[in-house]
């Protein structure tokens, strides 16, 4: 915003000097003019027109190009904004507002490596200026070159330590870098700087929570909400830790607040509704769990919950179709391991860890019966250890389900050999016969 109003500013002035020199504003500056204005009172579609027509005639001013960059940034269109803006830059190659400009419109775009390259060159050209280095620090985390960032904050630490925002931003670092103790203390010394962060409070309850320091969220968590009891974040972070401690009365207490302030998320809802469970509030439970598995419908734990509500609710039957649908997912999960089961067998095989691939291609025979690639693996996998018997064992099974008369019948022996699979089974199958049989014979001897 307040970069939009230096803009501005430096817009009328570039104007107004033109008009000083000028007796008539030209059809060029005219349509600038226009298109500034039209700019300024929000009407972004017309001033695109205008300053189109403006550049249209021709011009090396590398402020009508910039106020193109900024129409098109107001109208979302980021790719073009870049184009209109690096023109600006070509035009002018010593602003520092337009490589600002640009570097913004590269974060903004989803481009964070450019906009970090324009940051460190807005670094290098004024070193004392801590805000490029605050900001090059932001492209770098969203670059995910958290150590990179973190270096930047510290050289800024060291000149002003009464900036919240380098200690909120270092906590982002310290957190991706698994540093929780130097997390928390960055966050500290930003809440000190700035007690009425009502964001801050929230991400540091919430990253607490994600780590299991239920102690420290309610601490921090009833100083923040102490300080601003609007604090919606805080109040759902300190409903979940309570609960998470078994004390269900500040637990719902907390939740209410939240739900009370807006708060519609999944994990409002679902533990404020059991919560309203396990306090004989049936009525108010199925509603917050039933609005919670509508936002995430396969939650085991919310069906539970739900059929079991049901049930005290004289809704039997609603509860048995949950309870049937659990039990769909439950099956669909299981299925998905045991796929995943026959997937690390066929890694297990690439790593030459035989053993272990058979192990899990047998349990695949169980699981799917009529998968029979899993019975030719599982022959593969003892083949490949050099163990005979079991070896012969599971080509023959294998032989065997794809055709019981696989042996016996002429006709369908040939037709076996047209398959890539089935002949190489049949083929070993021979081998491994002769080869048992003389270790047999040695046996004897």
Request: hydrophobic residues 40%.
């Amino acid at each position: 915003m307040l970069r939009d109003i230096v803009y501005i500013f430096i817009m009328k002035f570039f104007f107004l000097t033109s008009v000083l020199f000028c007796s008539v504003l030209s059809a060029q500056e005219a349509d600038c003019e226009r298109a500034l204005s039209e700019y300024v009172s929000g009407q972004y579609e017309e001033a695109l027109t205008s300053i189109e027509l403006c550049i249209a005639d021709g011009t090396t001013n590398y402020q009508y190009f910039a106020l193109k960059g900024k129409i098109l940034e107001k109208l979302y269109n980021y790719k073009d904004a870049i184009i209109a803006q690096q023109k600006a830059f070509q035009l002018n190659p010593e602003s520092k507002e337009a490589q600002a400009t640009l570097a913004s419109l590269h974060l903004i775009s989803g481009q964070p490596d450019f906009a970090a390259v324009f940051y460190e060159k807005l670094v290098i050209a004024e070193p004392s200026v801590n805000r490029w280095k605050i900001s090059l620090a932001t492209a770098l985390i969203a670059a995910g070159k958290h150590q990179n960032a973190l270096e930047q904050l510290k050289i800024v630490e060291q000149a002003d330590s009464t900036n919240w925002l380098v200690y909120k931003y270092m906590g982002d670092c310290y957190f991706r870098l698994d540093s929780l103790h130097r997390t928390y203390d960055s966050y500290y010394k930003a809440l000190n700087l700035f007690p009425y962060n009502k964001n801050l409070y929230g991400t540091f309850t919430r990253l607490l929570l994600a780590n299991n320091e239920i102690d420290a969220v309610i601490t921090i968590g009833r100083e923040a909400v102490f300080t601003d009891t609007t604090n919606v974040e805080v109040w759902k972070n300190l409903g979940i830790a309570y609960y998470k401690l078994g004390r269900t009365r500040q637990s719902y207490e907390a939740l209410r607040k939240a739900v009370s302030l807006g708060d519609n998320s999944f994990a409002t809802l679902s533990h404020y509704g059991i919560i309203n469970y396990h306090l004989f509030y049936y009525r108010q439970a199925e509603q917050y769990l039933e609005r919670a598995l509508q936002l995430s419908p396969n939650d085991i734990t919310t069906m539970n919950y739900l059929a079991s509500t049901y049930g005290f609710n004289g809704k039997a039957q609603k509860g048995l179709d949950v309870l049937a649908d659990l039990d769909k997912i439950v099956a669909n999960f299981d299925t998905i391991g045991k796929r995943a089961n026959v997937q690390r067998a066929h890694l297990l095989r690439r790593l030459n860890r035989d053993n272990e691939a058979a192990i899990a291609y047998i349990a695949a025979t169980k699981d799917f019966p009529n998968e029979l690639r899993n019975f030719y693996d599982v022959a593969i996998c003892y083949d490949a250890m050099r163990n005979t018997k079991l070896s012969l064992e599971w080509y023959s099974r294998y032989l065997e389900k794809v055709n019981p008369q696989w042996e016996t019948d002429k006709a369908v022996e040939q037709e076996l050999k047209k398959n890539e699979l089935t002949n190489h089974a049949m083929a070993r199958v021979k081998a491994l016969r002769v080869e048992l049989f003389f270790q047999e014979e040695r046996k004897k001897k």
